[in-house]
């Protein structure tokens, strides 16, 4: 995990699902503080206790919902929309369904 504090925005990057961290952070952090998030929420190749991507998910969306933080989709949030969305005319997946690519999302199709 990555951040950086512009003044008046936390900038915080490559959670990789690690809830735990994340927690941790908000948790030494000023209540009214403002959150950028840049991305990268999912998506490891851990398998620990510490490991909750769905919580991260939830966790951001509850404070972009609060109007606490923005969030900018990573690259990892978008090739795992195009892994579950189809092309409108061929009808196969938007993200190929590679042996690579399946062993980068693993652990995200696991939890959902």
């Not at 504090?5 to 961290?21: K, M, P």
């Not at 009214?32 to 190749?45: E, K, M, S």
Request: aromatic content about 4%; overall charge negative.
């Amino acid at each position: 995990m990555s951040v950086i504090n512009s003044n008046s925005t936390l900038v915080i990057g490559d959670i990789h699902g690690e809830h735990h961290q994340l927690k941790q952070l908000l948790a030494q952090l000023p209540k009214d503080q403002h959150y950028l998030f840049l991305g990268d929420l999912i998506d490891t190749q851990e398998h620990d206790e510490n490991i909750d991507q769905l919580a991260v998910l939830a966790c951001v969306s509850e404070l972009v919902s609060d109007g606490q933080a923005h969030c900018i989709m990573g690259n990892h949030e978008l090739n795992a929309i195009g892994w579950y969305l189809t092309h409108p005319v061929t009808g196969g997946p938007l993200r190929e369904h590679s042996d690579k690519n399946k062993q980068q999302h693993s652990t995200f199709l696991a939890a959902v």
